[in-house]
């Protein structure tokens, strides 16, 4: 590899590690940011309105409006399902935020010394690869079940009063159908376990080439 070929490579190793560093800090806001918010009561009963009275079904928003008796929500255990449920959600994204952010420094060390055919660098794409997977199918299941919960829970159908036509010229009403998949998730994962195999068996070549020499 020539000089200014690992030049620019380690160079682009820091660049990304300082990104994902700053990613990592502003994940670490965010999430005092959301534990104040939950610690003071004024806030705290701010964001438990605006959660328990806004539902998102892919690209339909609904929002419930205050203090209206035409528009009635579900008894106070259903919304406090509603507020856990999304700040559980919001911070396990973070989580898996930090986390990526994280492996990803871990593959960028040695790649600043211009060594790409590294452990940590290959493991590093196998970290990521599960991170994805497992991220990716536990929100879609955890998305499918609970859409189909508040959309019942909070009769949505009774209350929009939705009704659409049939082939045979008679009404039904609207029902939940939601099947929101991984399958980007997966797709990303294989990919980035590809890079893993790849970088792993580059690995073994550049530790035979060492030794040969």
Known sequence: ??????????RLAKAIDGIA????????FCLVFMLLT??????????????????EFSEIVINYPHYDDNYLLPEKEILDIKYIYEISVATAELVVYFLGSWFLRKMMKPLKEAQPFTKEFSA?????????????VIFSI??????????????????????????TGGRTMMYSNFQSTSSVSIVTSL?????SILFKHGEALQKESDETL
């Not at 939950?38 to 328990?52: C, G, K, W």
């Not at 590093?124 to 990716?136: H, P, R, T, Y």
């Not at 990919?191 to 890079?195: A, I, S, T």
């Open 38 to 55: 939950m610690i003071i009561p004024s806030r705290r009963e701010r964001l438990y309105d605006i959660i328990t009275t806004k539902l």
């Open 142 to 167: 955890a998305s499918n079940f609970f859409d189909h919960f508040f959309f019942e829970a909070y009769e949505i159908a009774d209350r929009l009063l939705v009704w659409e036509e049939t082939a």
């Open 1 to 10: 590899m020539k000089f200014f070929t690992k030049e620019r490579l380690s």
């Open 124 to 136: 590093g794409f196998k970290n990521l690869a599960i991170l994805v997977f497992v991220s990716g």
């Open 191 to 195: 990919l980035l376990w590809v890079f």
């Open 21 to 28: 560093l700053f990613n990592m800090i502003l994940v670490c």
